[in-house]
């Protein structure tokens, strides 16, 4: 009797054990399946590792494709950084006029574009009517503006009309307003919502004046791009630039910070004076910002371009094709894949390998 018990036991625990794992095995299957089915159109960085190897640094990245790669819908969250001192009134007139062109040619492709605005300000404001200040987004009805909704282009202007007043901070601080806006405890706070994990990151200040703040260049740079994991960074300025000669600063700073920014991402030459004509130059970035998503990743270190090579499933995407290939982007560190590569040559799923040694 003994012996029959001991076998029942070890049988229902046998049973108990295979339970167990069946279960396991169908929580793993389900938590796969989330992550599989969590996949966006945009190109996203599923893995990314880095290995000294002697003297070099070696870059691998698996680049997610999105579930339907032909597709050029991708999500861009655009932030407007206005300066709101005293001087700015007809620049930022020039801009309520003219920031629609920039907006069209942005959502041209469709793109899921969110668009907040914050000023330079970063010391209390003065007035009855003050501006928004410290990072925090300028907003009456909705924080931000969301192309998913209806009311997009209201609510852009009606927060962009919020912060472009001339009572603000004679001390223009766009680098520090930028990383409060995109910093705790703003992110989870005031600002919520605005800033996606997926989406490409534009940044485009409105000032006459230089950068003011104590955060140094690089360390703005490299928190902008850091941000981001796959998806692009860029910044443009409507600005005077610091060999411009027939447009007035004011008497304000020539905007030497503002420009070794700008060089960093590679878009001084995108920018433009604030004595050009708006409209066209806007749409110019527009258009930019379009391709920016889908068919980019940004980089985390300059490679060596002798050791950079780009697979897609079975097949090596040839270098310097913009049609069924790729180019590197050295001004921005990005890598742009070309307009007809035939994404569906590989099963559904299938990443892209980017490998390469840092110089």
Sequence with gaps: MVVTNNINRRVF?????????????????????????????????????????????????????????????????ILFVIDDSGSMIDHQAKLLANVGDLVRASLASGADVHAGVVTTSMDTPWGTNPSPWNGELAGVSKKFASSRHFDFEKVLTENLKKAMTTNGSGSEQPFAAVKAALSEPHMSGVNQGFL????????????????????????????????????????HAAYVPVAEKTC????????????????AFGTISE???????????????????????????????????????????????????????????????????GEKIDWYSQPRGTPIFIEYFAK
Excluded at 201 to 220: E, G, I, K, R, W
Excluded at 248 to 263: F, H
């Design 13 to 77: 625990l046998v049973k108990k054990l295979i339970l167990s794992l069946s279960l396991i095995c169908i929580a793993v299957s389900a938590v796969a399946s989330v992550v599989v089915s969590s996949a966006a159109n945009a190109m996203s960085v599923r893995e990314q590792s880095t290995r000294i190897l002697a003297t070099k640094t070696q870059v691998k990245m698996e680049v997610d494709v999105g579930a339907d790669p032909t597709n050029p819908s991708t999500a861009l969250d």
């Design 196 to 235: 996606r994990q997926g989406a490409a990151l534009a940044v485009f200040v409105l000032t006459d004046t230089d950068d003011q703040s104590t955060l140094p260049v690089a360390d703005f740079v490299s928190f902008l791009k850091g941000l981001k994991m796959g998806p692009p960074v860029t910044m």
């Design 271 to 337: 920018s433009f004076s604030l004595c050009d004509s708006f409209g066209a130059k806007l749409g110019q970035i527009g258009s930019g910002y379009e391709a920016i998503g889908l068919r980019t990743v940004q980089l985390k270190l300059v490679p060596d371009l002798t050791t950079l090579k780009v697979t897609y499933g079975t097949s090596t995407l040839p270098a310097a094709d913009l049609l069924t290939g790729w180019v590197y982007d050295s001004a921005k560190m990005q890598i742009k894949f």
């Design 248 to 263: 007035s600063r004011a008497g304000e700073d020539a905007p030497v910070r503002l420009e070794e920014a700008l060089a």
